[in-house]
């Protein structure tokens, strides 16, 4: 597997800038990318990312996608298994974590106070 993300040490984020909502997200999630890229149409690379929710911010339906995810919830709550009003579904703190293969539906997710979520993407 070739790995496309550069030597990077020990360095501050600047968790104010460089944020913006990935495409197909509602506006109140975003990301903010600290490593690599993916290339989901030719299903290649890796990419390390941050993804916060705003307090409130649900989605409606579940998400799928053929790379392989990694998620540590940082800090929040995370809702996962919402419907599609943001009702119901299961609640998790913070130092929770998921790894999911390709292929496997996950969500509609929901924070109520906001989250902060550590992401790994990544295709075999």
């Known amino acids: 597997m070739k790995v496309n993300k550069e030597h990077s040490e020990f360095h501050a984020l600047d968790m104010d800038e460089g944020w913006h909502v990935p495409p197909g997200y509602p506006e109140g999630i975003e990301q903010k990318i600290l490593a690599g890229s993916i290339d989901e149409e030719n299903r290649q690379g890796s990419r390390t ?5 705003a307090p409130g911010v649900f989605t409606t ?56 979520l550590l992401e790994i993407h990544y295709y075999d």
């Not at 990312?49 to 929710?53: A, D, G, T």
């Open 49 to 53: 990312r941050l993804l916060r929710f």
């Open 61 to 116: 339906r579940p998400f799928i996608h053929e790379h392989w995810e990694e998620v540590y919830l940082i800090a929040g709550d995370l809702t996962v298994g919402n419907d599609a009003n943001g009702d119901g579904g299961e609640s998790f703190a913070p130092n929770t974590y998921a790894c999911r293969p390709p292929g496997v539906y996950h969500g509609p997710f929901k924070s109520e106070r906001g989250c902060v």
